[in-house]
């Protein structure tokens, strides 16, 4: 096993970081693993805003839900969807983009190119012996974040990725077992689907059991069917639309 897929499978979220900004440097190779992944048709529709600034970060720790990691971190990135610069490039070019831009097609293309830039710049930090936290809860006020980081018409923060020196081990989280995300030729049957699940309940109790000393025993589908019985962020469609993305 190489050193590369080492770091791929040891992978934790860490929520606590030492007091150590990320140099410079630091910062570039990150962004430049993010840019060395692939892009649809070449059309990098993506943007990485990096906040160092301490008021700001504590303005997107409150915006998402008060999460204290956003705020203290090595350093924290926000991955966008970004058809903006295509729109000027088509005036600089005398070109009419407006359908293609528009359309959930380019819209989708946007959100896949950035978030295989974060995995990458993901990859790239924990090789270098950081630790990062993906942060989705700066999709709980969108129009906050898009005010505080005055991103454009036909540009969307996805989500933050907090980067740093760990200050915490935790334990590597179990995943669904291979077969149940898995399927060679077709996609699998409900009743092996089910199977995996139930198997899967069980590895997940006993993770919650070891890592709360008994406290917690709850299982996966118990936690996913309890969080998607409380829908979310149904704002999403609206604001998607008002910022020019996914009309046709």
């Not at 410079?24 to 805003?49: G, L």
């Amino acid at each position: 096993m190489n050193e590369v897929i080492k770091t791929l499978l040891k992978h934790r979220s860490i929520r606590k970081f030492e007091e150590r900004p990320l140099s410079n440097q630091e910062i570039e190779t990150i962004v430049k693993s993010a840019q060395a992944a692939s892009s649809s048709s070449f059309i990098q529709a993506y943007s990485i805003i990096g906040v160092k600034n301490k008021d700001t970060k504590q303005k997107l720790a409150e915006l998402s839900g008060n999460q204290a990691y956003v705020a203290e971190n090595g350093h924290f990135f926000v991955f966008c969807a970004d058809l903006h610069r295509h729109e000027l490039l088509a005036e600089k070019e005398g070109a009419d983009v407006t359908t293609a831009l528009e359309s959930t097609e380019k819209f989708m293309v946007a959100v896949i190119d950035a978030a295989l830039a974060a995995q990458n710049a993901a990859v790239a930090a924990e090789s270098m012996g950081m630790g990062i936290c993906y942060i989705g809860g700066l999709r709980n006020n969108l129009i906050g974040v898009s005010e505080v980081l005055k991103t454009p018409e036909r540009v969307i923060p996805l989500f933050g990725l907090a980067v740093g020196y760990p200050a915490q081990n935790p334990d590597v989280k179990p995943r669904l077992p291979i077969g149940g995300v898995y399927f060679e030729d077709a996609y699998s049957s409900d009743e092996e689907q089910v199977k995996q699940l139930e198997e899967y309940n069980k590895v997940v109790s006993e993770y919650y059991m070891g890592r709360t000393a008994g406290a917690r025993s709850d299982n996966w589908t118990g936690q996913m069917a309890k969080m998607l019985s409380n829908p979310a962020r149904m704002y999403m469609k609206e604001f998607v639309n008002g910022k020019g993305f996914s009309n046709k």
